[in-house]
């Protein structure tokens, strides 16, 4: 049974149910199966007899636990069906990872969408990917209709290798694949290093839909704060001296929300402890276009030995093309396709052959310079515009889309985004990117979908209301 994971505002009670819950949804009780006494259950979780007692009647009212009346306690008759939202009663549906992408992705032309995760989609090259679309329509040789190979372009992989290189990760083409998008890469390597009930690393805050994917994968999750050089390094010792974490997910460079840089220095120390403690990385480098000049990457630091490289052109390039790729170590490189095949009978070989057209014939290269530069003019002016209404970023970013923005005193980012929703405006409160409490006084902001001169008289409102409310 997983250990108890005690999280801000949780009562005891809220803790121990959550063991419960996490040990039915693991199947590590079955239908039936009899449950721990209340006794034992105290003195496992170190906690009193009445806190357990307390929890399984409340477990019982809500059907996940049948209580027998001399035999004790057992799993309910029917496992309950994976859900990705938050399993904690007392979280709001507006900070639920799920029903945020949910809705930030529905078509209504008429919503301003400051907190999404994408740039507009007038700031991507149509143009070029018609021109390019047509030059594999014209190529032929089946890229229209048929599966990729299954490791992936060949051409594209020699393409990525020197791209790698120009960041300082050697990852010859052997070592690379490719995969349908970044999202698809991460929940790749997750069915293949994680087994339910393992521990998770994830910064806090960190990309929103991390959590989601991790419940999917129903594993347990631990956090340590992200500063602006990394995260910190005396919290992350301490995690991992706790507990036996199996893996992390990380972004080296753009930092997803707080827009963070990894310095040499934090990079080097993380290194040194992950390989104390058999600790495996996940990079996800999704954002590396974005950058004005490279930062540190751990793969780089580390060879490919204990750091696993992700990366997509989702976010640069176009969301409905979808192709991703993963830098592994040559031993795990076969296992993996293997796994890519299984879930996925692979991928098709129109995504990748027309990425590879646009990254050779300087399409690519031209839209990327000016989205660089058009981000830059959006942050300055972003920024000042929040500012005049009392919003302001705990960082400028170096480069990217996005701000991670605090509150004037007590306003809570849930709340302010419940009456911003009204106001037509979707927001990203802090709460769905960190397991902590102290998020709730903050949002991000993408700088490019914060144009529109409604939003910030709109947030104001929405700010005046919730302060009111």
Known sequence: MSDIIEEPGQTRVDMVMGAVRRQIANHHSQPGAKLSSIRAMAQRMGVSKSTVVE?????????????RPGAGFFAAGHLPPLSLAPSDQHIDRDVDPVWMTRRALERDSDLLKPGCGWLPASWMPEEDIARALRRVARD???????????????????????????????????????TESGTQAVDLLCRFLLKPGDTVLLDDPCYFNFHAMMRAHRVNVVSVAYTQNGPDLVQLEQVLSTHRVRLYITNSALHNPTG??????????????????????IEDDIFADFEHEAAPRLAAFDGLDRVIHVG???????????????????????????????????????????????????????????????????????????????????????AGMFLWCQLPVGLDSAHVARCAFAEGVVLAPGQAFSLKDDAKCFLRFNVAQTLDPAIFPAVERAMLQAHAE
Do not use: N
């Not at 929890?55 to 209580?67: M, N, P």
């Not at 300082?168 to 490719?178: F, N, R, S």
């Open 312 to 398: 997509s052109f989702s976010k640069t390039l176009s969301a409905a093309v979808r192709c991703g790729f993963i830098a592994v170590r040559p031993d795990w490189v076969d296992e993996l396709v293997d796994l890519k095949l299984a879930t996925s009978f692979g991928g098709g070989a129109f995504s990748s052959d027309l990425v590879f057209k646009l990254l050779t014939d300087g399409a690519y290269r031209r839209h990327m310079s000016g989205v660089r530069s058009r981000l830059a003019d959006s942050m300055g002016r972003v920024i000042g515009q929040l500012a005049a209404i009392g919003i302001t970023p705990l960082l400028e970013p170096k």
């Open 260 to 281: 963070a840089t990894l310095s040499p220095v934090v990079a080097h120390r993380v290194l040194k402890l992950a390989e104390a403690h058999d600790l495996v990385i």
């Open 140 to 178: 032929g040789g089946g890229h229209l209709v048929d599966y990729a190979t299954p490791q992936g372009l060949a051409p594209l992989r020699q393409l990525l290798s020197r791209r790698l290189a120009d960041r300082g990760i050697e990852a010859p083409p052997p070592q690379i694949m490719i």
């Open 55 to 67: 929890a399984y009647d409340r477990l019982v009212a809500e059907g996940v636990i049948a209580s």
